[in-house]
């Protein structure tokens, strides 16, 4: 049975710390819904009540386009191994690109990940949990380096210039603002 909770738990946190993978959904009221998984040791707890993620380039930029526009945020955790559940947290989200004040604090939280981005921070003002038994079992292999190696390969500027062509804006025209200063 579901439960639900104004913030972070020891217990979550810990739960959230055992996972490698979580997905991310947005939208804005007339874009399509988007969810996203993500990995790579991208996630940290700030405090009960706040969680950040460093995002690294890929091939679209939805997240950060619709919480620019409509920050309601949705991040979902499942265990695919022990214990079963689900932990979805709500709240509003805030972008911090790399040339926002707040960047090089919210950075230093993580270990680099080439490519990097934009900040996610998010206000939690929900955590839910499920009991996660329809999820099944899937053994944990590795991390893929594709894309790490993909992202050092480009360099700073080959970065930059994917981000003009392919991270300007969502598949539905919305603005992600990432390259707003120092182009």
């Not at 020891?10 to 490698?20: G, L, P, R, T």
């Not at 380039?57 to 409509?70: I, Y």
């Not at 022990?82 to 993580?110: C, M, S």
Request: glycine content about 8%; some cysteine; hydrophobic content about 35%.
């Amino acid at each position: 049975m579901g439960k639900r909770f104004n913030e972070l738990s020891a217990k979550h946190i810990q739960f959230i710390s055992e996972q490698k993978l979580f997905f991310v959904g947005t939208a804005t009221t007339d874009s399509r819904v988007n969810i996203s998984p993500k990995g790579m040791d991208s996630f940290r707890v700030i405090d009960p009540k706040r969680v950040v993620w460093l995002n690294v380039t890929g091939s679209g930029n939805e997240t950060s386009a619709h919480v620019q526009q409509a920050p309601r945020i949705t991040i979902l955790f499942c265990a695919f191994d022990g214990t079963p559940l689900i932990l979805r947290l709500y709240g509003t989200a805030k972008v911090v690109h790399q040339y926002d004040p707040e960047w090089d604090n919210l950075f230093a939280r993580f270990n680099p990940l080439p490519g990097a981005r934009q900040i996610f921070d998010v206000n939690v003002d929900l955590v839910q949990t499920s009991c996660g038994m329809a999820v099944p079992y899937f053994s944990y292999a590795g991390e893929r380096e594709l894309l790490s190696d993909w992202a050092e390969k480009q360099g700073e500027q080959g970065l930059r210039d994917y981000w003009t062509k392919n991270n300007q804006t969502s598949i539905d025209g919305i603005a992600t603002h990432i390259l707003e200063k120092g182009g």
